[in-house]
């Protein structure tokens, strides 16, 4: 992603503490968001409980 991206996902991270455009696909089973950027949003992450994370990245 491009430098600007990279700085929009650190802020909304660090106000919302959340990854950026979270969802579940299949509810309870499959999700989608934009990479994590801290502790908080992988905190987040878990809490929503998600066990496995897998990053798919150019």
Known sequence: ???PGNIWRKVHGKIT???TNFSWLIEDK???SGMPTSFDELDWILKQGVTSIV???E
């Open 55 to 57: 990053t798919m990245t």
């Open 30 to 32: 499959l999700a989608g």
């Open 1 to 3: 992603m491009s430098k």
């Open 17 to 19: 503490k959340k990854p």
